[in-house]
């Protein structure tokens, strides 16, 4: 009895882990043929980008020490801007949608390193824990929250 109810309880941590990393998926499409989905394993490779943040929401001011990646690297690494001609890429905007259906538009000039240069943080972590809900977009240097989408669930490069 002992060892079903052990079994039992392993399905259901096994089920919830699986739950857990399904949420923090984000779908990008607009790159290529077929939609990227993202993971926090799929971006192990990439420099982390840690930014101390403050802003002022309808709240208050929030501040936290948010860890995650640059947008920027994640598009590098997905060869997003690969068969454009020199500068192509300043034409491109992306779109970031959240669970709720907040949307957020963004320019490629505003992130590109030899332009706006802005360190959009794709973070999975705030203070040392994990984001809950998932992914968040997190823009240094912004005076309010508003573009500190949460809960993101997909990325259209347009």
């Known amino acids: 009895m002992l060892l079903r109810y052990l079994l039992i309880v392993v399905v259901m941590l096994a089920t919830a882990t699986i739950a857990r990393a399904e949420e923090t998926t984000i779908e ?9 989905h993202l993971s926090p394993q799929s971006l192990s490779g990439l420099p982390v980008a840690e930014r101390d943040v403050t802003f002022q929401t ?11 990646v640059l947008f920027w690297d994640v598009l590098q690494a997905n060869k997003a801007f690969d068969g454009l001609e020199h500068n192509g890429e300043l034409e491109k905007t992306f779109l970031v949608s959240a669970k709720d259906g ?29 984001l809950e809900g998932g992914w968040r977009i997190v823009v240094p240097g912004d005076k309010r929250g508003a573009r500190a989408i949460h809960d993101i669930t997909k990325i259209e490069l347009r």
């Open 28 to 36: 990008i499409v607009g790159i290529g043929t077929q939609a990227i």
């Open 58 to 68: 309808s709240k208050g001011p929030s501040s936290g020490h948010y860890k995650g």
């Open 102 to 130: 907040y949307q957020i538009a963004f320019s490629i000039g505003e992130i590109h390193p030899e332009f706006g240069n802005t360190p959009l943080i794709l973070a999975t972590e705030v203070d040392g824990k994990p």
